[in-house]
């Protein structure tokens, strides 16, 4: 009981409005070092946060393809979380790497090559045919969800 609680002051406070200052007091506030990470990325959060926001009626409404980005551990790892066919969610390691964006950081899953940006592999992983396409369709950001 104590972790749902800990669970839903998390996801209230990652869904409310927050001012500059708050956000900067925050322990889940992205580094401010890392200057071009697009606003629609979340900061690090734990996986059942992340699946619950992109369940939220307001936000991901649990629809086959909404999806959410996140920060994870250091400042070139991040994790999608995506709503798969059926209703499953899944999570994706993504790390920029010498040798490109690694899914799962495996070496055999280089899906982009490096130097592109978060949207450039999230738009090549939307694209790809294959074992690790993903249904990347709507994208639940913080002020929202927007076509992908």
Known sequence: QQQQQQTEELY???T???TTEQLE???YCAPRVITDIPEFVYHEMPRHVAVALIYDLDRG???DGFFLLRQKGGPDS???TVI???GKPMHYALSHTVSGWLLNNNLKMVCAPQGAS???VLRLLAKRKG???MPLRMLVSKKGVCQF
């Open 12 to 14: 209230d406070s990652l």
């Open 16 to 18: 409310q409005h927050q």
């Open 25 to 27: 007091e925050s322990p």
């Open 61 to 63: 409404e649990g629809v």
């Open 78 to 80: 991040f994790a999608i």
């Open 84 to 86: 798969m066919p059926h």
């Open 118 to 120: 978060l949207l450039e």
């Open 131 to 133: 074992a690790w396409r």
